[in-house]
């Protein structure tokens, strides 16, 4: 039988077990993807926990995981453009990456210059990413404050929105001051402080993303001039400010992994830098990922 990792029950990391399980078979609109390698997100470790339990209920022993990248190997009913043998990726609407086999609804074909750890790295960033700058509607000659501009999610907001030709401010640990430069951006440090440093680069700015979650809302909007256009994936004061958050729904930005997993194959790209573990370690990577001292996107792989 084929393995995943199943989610016994809400807890700390060793509820997360290595078991067998069905091999699931695709319905209409699906695909069956043997699974080369899985993505684990800062999300998969708040669903162990319970702490998203009330708005995301999951049924008994859940497979967790949004992002898998590996090979077609069963087509179901109504699909096509697609053949048992392609090497894809996916963001899984129903979760279920932890596995050796997972149905998808939605799927990009993966070059094959890409890694199958970074095509699995890929989906969650690059869906929040292009949704956070769709849903701020930011434009050629604007300016843009991204908190977190060295994370995940954070990288690949700063690399499209200079792509584009908006001037982006970076926010970042010191350590990553290099790194955000290294993106196009102009880096300056989070910490108190942070809005004079970026009036030293300009005096205010348009739009404010907010990748981090870990305080600088109050900075935002003062830079921003009011709330209207800064917004966060992760910061949990949000509402007493007046901030909205970007949530994730199918369709913020369905066309994120078909628009950025080309501009990963050509290098034009770059993602964070990953840790690989064997799938059956899934409850070692969230210790890793929940300790604080993790500076890595955090794959699994299934050898």
Excluded: C
Excluded at 65 to 93: Q, W
Excluded at 202 to 217: F, M, P
């Amino acid at each position: 039988m084929p393995k995943a990792v199943v989610l016994t029950g809400y807890g700390p990391p060793d509820v997360l077990v290595w078991r067998d399980v069905p091999l699931p078979e695709p319905g209409p609109g699906q695909v069956r993807i043997r699974v080369k390698a899985a993505g684990v997100s800062p999300t998969d470790a708040k669903i162990r926990r319970g702490d998203v339990q009330a708005v995301f209920p999951l049924p008994p022993e859940a497979i967790l995981g949004f992002e898998a990248a590996g090979v077609v190997d069963a087509i179901g009913p109504s699909v096509s453009g697609v053949n048992v043998g392609d090497n894809v990726a996916s963001l899984l609407a129903g979760l279920g990456g932890y596995a050796e086999y997972v149905l998808a609804s939605s799927w990009t074909p993966k070059p094959s210059n890409v890694t199958w750890s970074d095509a699995a790295a890929l989906p969650v960033a690059a869906e929040a990413a292009v949704g956070i700058l769709k849903q701020l509607r930011v434009m050629r000659g604007e300016t843009l404050l991204v908190l977190g501009a060295a994370g995940s999610i954070g990288m690949i907001a700063t690399q499209l929105a200079a792509s584009w030709g908006v001037t982006v401010i970076g926010a970042a640990a010191p350590r990553d001051q290099d790194l955000v430069r290294s993106l196009g951006a102009v880096p300056v440090t989070y910490g108190d402080g942070l809005a004079d440093r970026v009036r030293q680069v300009v005096a205010s700015v348009d739009a404010v993303a907010d990748a981090a979650g870990k305080g600088g809302l109050a900075d935002a909007i003062a830079l921003a001039r009011g709330p209207a256009r800064v917004m966060t994936l992760a910061d949990q004061h949000a509402a007493d400010l007046g901030v909205a958050f970007s949530v994730g729904t199918p369709d913020r930005a369905p066309e994120a992994l078909d628009q950025t997993m080309p501009l990963l194959a050509t290098g034009t790209l770059r993602i964070r830098r990953e840790r690989q573990l064997p799938m059956e370690q899934a409850a070692e990577a969230h210790r890793l990922l929940e300790n604080g001292n993790a500076h890595e996107k955090f794959i699994l792989d299934t050898h």
